[in-house]
């Protein structure tokens, strides 16, 4: 099952969707939000993602931490601080039950479902 993970009113997380949609690609929409994120999970998209890839470094939620937290981020500080605020995660994420990728480029998701038979 493809999963994409996101929040309801970002406006790439919507691009995402409608591009999804248009193609009857069938996925379920989990809102960090408002379902929550479990910490094995977090654990493993850091494993694979590497905080750099998975923390979005222009959001508001990245600007609130403290300046300290920012300096000395790596895989740990992050799983603290996304437990905490899931929405410093780039969005959307989407999982396709064998990979993890972050934003949206409709060029990237065309070549990952004509790559990919899911």
């Given at each position: 099952m493809i999963t994409l993970y996101g929040i309801e009113n970002c406006d790439t997380v919507k691009r995402a969707r409608v591009w999804l949609e248009s193609r009857?690609?069938?996925?379920?929409?989990?809102?960090?939000?408002?379902?929550?994120?479990?910490e094995a999970q977090l654990a493993a998209w850091l494993q694979e993602l590497g905080w750099d890839n998975l923390v979005n470094r222009r959001s508001k939620a990245w600007q609130?931490?403290?300046?300290?937290?920012?300096?000395?981020?790596?895989?740990?500080?992050?799983?603290?601080?996304?437990?905490?605020?899931?929405?410093?995660?780039?969005?959307?994420?989407?999982?396709?039950?064998?990979?993890?990728?972050?934003?949206?480029?409709?060029?990237?998701?065309?070549?990952?479902?004509?790559v990919h038979t899911l």
């Open positions: 009857d690609i069938d996925y379920q929409f989990h809102d960090l939000r408002k379902d929550g994120l479990d609130s931490l403290d300046e300290q937290v920012r300096h000395n981020m790596d895989d740990i500080a992050a799983l603290h601080a996304i437990a905490e605020s899931p929405t410093l995660i780039k969005r959307p994420l989407l999982d396709t039950g064998r990979e993890r990728h972050v934003g949206f480029s409709a060029k990237h998701y065309e070549k990952l479902f004509n």
